[in-house]
């Protein structure tokens, strides 16, 4: 387990050495942003040690490694708020129907890839584009997979991205295959949208960026920047080959 502090608010938790949750400080306690897989002791810890108690989760999307603790979590605190989109809320019951338009994308190469895990937990609430959860404000930012949000603490923009970019082995958008880390890539729905949202993020120009997998960027925009060019590069590669 690896745990670090930034600023006065973030606190990373890092487990199996790749995977990142993130414990948020509130008023009222902690808020739990994704819950890692094997990760439920490591966090429950982590919580303890920054004497703060966890009053709600929010996972970022649906896939095990960022769901796979929920579970375990629950069997250690009670009356938390578990907070997702709508659209994780039917992955995590096993239900993986996708949108009209969301089908339209397996014409340009979008198909679910990586390992959904269904839950027992059951979100206590869903969320839109733009609402906030404390000082998390909420934005969609789909590609990675369908139901991808990020969050962005509005005291000091900080952008918890899950695996819109990815930093481990080189910060990248997700999609943009690196071989020192490629199971990110190998496991993103649609490579076009989440350049989309990769674009998007980088525009609400965060002051850092925290992601489910690699170490924490200060002053990110310059380096999401390049990274946004590499997945263009890719993109339009593969257009001229279709």
Do not use: C
Not at 6 to 16: A, C, D, P, Q, R
Not at 103 to 128: F, H, I, W
Request: aromatic share 6%; glycine share 10%.
């Amino acid at each position: 387990m690896g745990v670090t502090t930034y600023g006065e608010n973030l606190i990373k938790v890092t487990s199996l050495g790749f995977v990142n949750s993130y414990l948020v400080r509130e008023s009222d306690g902690l808020t739990l942003v994704d819950t890692g897989m094997f990760s439920a002791n490591a966090i429950l810890s982590a919580a303890k040690a920054n004497g703060g108690e966890i009053k709600r989760i929010i996972i970022t999307h649906a896939h095990a490694d960022h769901v796979g603790s929920l579970d375990a979590l629950m069997k250690h605190i009670h009356g938390v708020e578990i907070i997702t989109s709508a659209q994780s809320a039917r992955f995590m019951a096993g239900d993986m129907t996708l949108t009209t338009e969301q089908k339209g994308a397996e014409a340009t190469g979008g198909k679910l890839r990586g390992s959904y895990q269904k839950v027992d937990a059951k979100p206590t609430s869903m969320v839109n584009h733009g609402d906030t959860i404390g000082s998390l404000e909420v934005h969609f930012s789909p590609g990675h997979t369908p139901d991808h949000i990020a969050l962005i603490d509005t005291r000091d923009k900080t952008l918890i991205a899950g695996d819109a970019y990815v930093v481990k082995g080189g910060i990248v958008v997700s999609g943009t295959l690196k071989w020192l880390f490629p199971f990110p890539a190998l496991a993103t729905w649609h490579k076009p949208t989440a350049l989309k949202s990769a674009i998007y993020l980088r525009d609400l120009n965060p002051s850092r960026l925290a992601v489910g997998h690699g170490k924490v960027l200060e002053n990110p925009v310059s380096q999401m920047t390049l990274a946004i060019a590499e997945a263009q590069s890719e993109v339009n590669v593969g257009a001229a080959i279709s």
